[in-house]
T-cell receptor, first 117, second 112 residues
Framework: ETGVTQTPRHLVMGMTNKKSLKCEQH?????MYWYKQSAKKPLELMFV???????ENNSVPSRFSPECPNSSHLFLHLHTLQPEDSALYLCASSQLGLAGDVTGELFFGEGSRLTVL | AQSVTQLDSQVPVFEEAPVELRCNYS??????LFWYVQYPNQGLQLLLK??????LVESINGFEAEFNKSQTSFHLRKPSVHISDTAEYFCAVSSSASKIIFGSGTRLSIRP
């Protein structure tokens, strides 16, 4: 496999369920990201991991819990979600520069479409 | 703080017509600018980027964008669109470590 792969592609869950989204990158990058894409809204940056350390957490509710066990894998653990959390969740990876800045390309997976009933 | 504004949520054009998708940004420091494209049921892909040097940047499929510092704009243009260009286009800006901020997207629909 190449690029960034996300599983599952579709997920339907109730508000009391616990589930996880998985992302894997095969590009040797040193940073991974979770974005939330909702209709007619800008992509919302949720979390950034650089060299497996969380470097960005944009005031995301605690019902979303990220995990980065190594530089190739990123998880988003979900529990007690709300219907407004229904969205497309996109994972991305990149190679950060020496200063830790994003000058290169973000490589995105195809996303996990989440529906919360 | 940085922000990105895409002024048009939808742009309908006829095939072979020219198109311009507008993007304005705000930032107090130097920026890197990007356009990404999202085809139906796919993730985002980089279309082109401006890091430094020439203010006019081009993609392999005929799109171009010009960085205009005085107007804080990075509009995307193509002189003649094709049906296959139907997609959503996202402008993005990066100026701080490890962070890219995206606009709300412009849906380009091509009519035959």
């Amino acid at each position: 496999e190449t690029g960034v792969t996300q599983t599952p592609r579709h997920l339907v869950m109730g508000m009391t369920n616990k589930k996880s989204l998985k992302c894997e990158q095969h590009l040797g990058h040193n940073a991974m990201y979770w974005y939330k894409q909702s209709a007619k809204k800008p992509l919302e940056l949720m979390f950034v991991y650089s060299l497996e350390e969380r470097v960005e957490n944009n005031s995301v509710p605690s019902r979303f819990s990220p995990e980065c066990p190594n530089s190739s894998h990123l998880f988003l653990h979900l529990h007690t979600l709300q219907p407004e959390d229904s969205a497309l969740y996109l994972c991305a990876s990149s190679q950060l520069g020496l200063a830790g800045d994003v000058t290169g390309e973000l490589f995105f997976g195809e996303g996990s479409r989440l529906t919360v009933l | 703080a940085q922000s990105v504004t895409q002024l048009d949520s939808q742009v309908p054009v006829f095939e072979e017509a020219p198109v311009e998708l507008r993007c304005n940004y705000s930032s107090s420091v130097s920026v890197y600018l990007f356009w990404y494209v999202q085809y139906p049921n796919q993730g985002l892909q980089l279309l082109l980027k401006y890091l430094s040097g020439s203010t006019l940047v081009e993609s392999i499929n005929g799109f171009e964008a010009e960085f205009n510092k005085s107007q804080t704009s990075f509009h995307l243009r193509k002189p003649s669109v094709h049906i296959s260009d139907t997609a959503e286009y996202f402008c993005a800006v990066s100026s701080s470590a490890s962070k890219i901020i995206f606009g709300s997207g412009t849906r380009l629909s091509i009519r035959p």
